[in-house]
């Protein structure tokens, strides 16, 4: 059997450069609730992601779960269909309820042109999600938020370290939600965060990462426990100092899987998009079976058949789950279970070689039928 190609692969420090960062919490035996490196790790990351606050959270689903619940948010949430269950659970488990809107062929997100028609007496906010790292038509959401009094919570897991038009992603909407997830471009192992301007906003957070509590004394939020530990905060500021240099590696393999798909007839690539700095977060391919030959599926088993694992990335729809219970109508949301029919997500991480790129990308044109 060949070796085995997963879809990712985590970043990681030298073992020695993360013992070296968790040695003095042997001096100190604070574990977690906020110690010295949750603090270090908080304020180099405003730095890095260039933005006015930062909140540490266990994850970035807590992330988007409490923002909106910071945010006292009530009624109907726009959102998107196609992306990972996160966004739309946090949705649902605040008592809100998702009003799914369709997204556009090439970016894979909101059609912002869509949202305006979805507005009801009811709608509170928009919840748009940059997949893969995808921007999504940031000034004309803002622009219907503006109109309409609307918060934009950004699902931003995908988007750790880009920039828009110079800026720190993080610094768009009203808040950016980041995942650092170990099988995400930056990982804490599992770990996320929550950028914001507004200070009232981040007081709210911060308490409801801790159960809501206000001071010894007073408990006046119902929060949750979302608090970052002390060993995810020093993965984090190991892994941080060496992002750099992974990303130009991802730039790299993204590179040659260019060079080798693109212009193949019935495969369509992720856009490049202007004016943003990329983290090449995933390689997302569609199939189109017609012009290709074969469908998504069979590029999918004929990949597994040699050890290597592409994701249907994502698929089902989130509007199609079963927990649902056919509450919403998926024929609504047409571009997105197009596109979650055909896409795949071929393996990419900073390590992978170029001899396993082309050896993906052989494989994948292999498939290829002319049915004229
Ligand atoms: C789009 C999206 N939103 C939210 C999340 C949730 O992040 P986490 O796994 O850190 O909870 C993820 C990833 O896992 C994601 O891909």
Request: proline share 3%; net charge negative; aromatic share 10%.
């Amino acid at each position: 059997m060949e070796n085995k190609i997963l879809v990712t692969r985590s970043s990681m420090p030298d073992l020695d450069e993360y013992i070296e960062e968790i040695k003095s919490i042997w001096d100190t035996h604070w574990l977690t609730n906020m110690g010295e490196k949750h603090q270090k790790f908080q304020k180099e990351l405003i730095d890095y992601m260039q933005v006015d606050n930062v909140e540490l959270l266990t994850n970035g689903h807590m992330a988007l779960e409490l923002s909106m619940q910071a945010l006292n948010l009530q009624g109907e949430v726009i959102t998107t269909p196609f992306t990972f269950a996160s966004t739309t659970h946090a949705i649902v488990r605040n008592g809100l309820k998702p009003v799914f809107c369709d997204v556009d062929p090439m970016t894979f997100t909101i059609d912002s042109d869509k949202i305006e028609s979805l507005i009801t007496d009811k709608t509170c906010a928009i919840v748009p999600v940059h997949v893969y790292g995808n921007i999504c038509n940031i000034e004309a959401i803002d622009k219907i938020a503006k109109k309409y009094g609307l918060k934009v919570i950004y699902d931003a897991a995908h988007t750790f370290g880009e920039t828009y038009k110079g800026k720190g992603i993080g610094s768009y909407g009203d808040v950016s939600c980041f995942s650092f997830h170990a099988t995400k471009v930056f990982n804490s192992i599992e770990g996320g965060c929550v950028c914001y301007s507004d200070r009232e906003f981040g007081h709210a957070l911060s308490r409801l990462k801790n159960f809501g509590i206000r001071n010894e004394e007073v408990v006046d939020g119902v929060g949750a426990n979302a608090k970052m530990n002390e060993f995810c905060a020093a993965m984090g500021l190991c892994n941080l100092r060496h992002l750099q240099t992974e990303i130009e590696k991802r730039k790299t393999v993204v590179e040659r899987y260019r060079e080798r798909l693109s212009g193949i007839d019935g495969i369509q690539l992720n856009p490049i998009q202007e004016n943003v700095e990329s983290n090449y977060a995933y390689f997302p391919v569609v199939f189109d079976e017609k012009k290709f030959g074969a469908s998504r599926n069979e590029v999918q088993d004929k990949l597994a058949e040699h050890g290597i694992g592409a994701r249907k990335y994502f698929y089902p729809l989130t509007n199609t789950f079963d927990c649902f219970h056919n509450e919403f109508d998926v024929n609504e949301t047409p571009v997105a279970l197009h596109l979650s029919l055909r896409v795949l997500t071929l393996p990419l991480f900073a390590d992978l070689n170029l001899e396993d790129v082309d050896k993906i990308c052989d494989l994948v044109i292999a498939c290829k039928r002319n049915y004229i």
